[in-house]
């Protein structure tokens, strides 16, 4: 019922910058939290950035400073501009959200298909 789409992924020098873009659609009600993570090869998949629907941000240490995660509420998409970007950044990036559906009322969380990042050393 409630599907996310990205886009923005793709090949980009160390030092470049790429944005990720995540566009949630379906039957929402509200969207409490979206958020992006990242999986290397041969990693777990950790949390890279969030935003809730308040505003507030939390950012994984490796990225703080470098990554800028923003909202646009009335779009329910979430953004991801990634700055000064390392060859360690290199992976797979979710995007991921969780809220309420509309015509359950019930809670739901659904994650992106992933988008490839590649940062060339």
């Known amino acids: 019922q409630v599907q996310l789409v990205e886009s923005g992924g793709g090949l980009v020098q160390a030092g470049g910058s790429l944005r990720l873009s995540c566009a949630a659609s379906?039957?929402?009600?509200?969207?409490?939290?979206m958020g992006w993570y990242r999986q290397a090869p041969g990693r777990q998949r950790e949390v890279g950035a969030a935003?809730?629907?308040?505003?507030?941000?939390n950012y994984a240490d490796s990225v703080k400073g470098r990554f800028t995660i923003t909202r646009d509420h009335a779009k329910n998409t979430v953004y991801l501009q990634m700055n000064s970007l390392k060859p360690e950044d290199t992976a797979v990036y979710f995007c991921?959200?969780?809220?309420?559906?509309?015509?359950?009322?019930?809670?739901?969380?659904?994650w992106g298909q992933g988008t490839l990042v590649t940062v060339s050393s």
């Open positions: 935003i809730t629907s308040g505003g507030s941000t």
């Open positions: 379906g039957s929402i009600l509200s969207i409490n939290a």
């Open positions: 991921n959200a969780y809220g309420v559906v509309i015509t359950t009322w019930r809670s739901f969380e659904v």
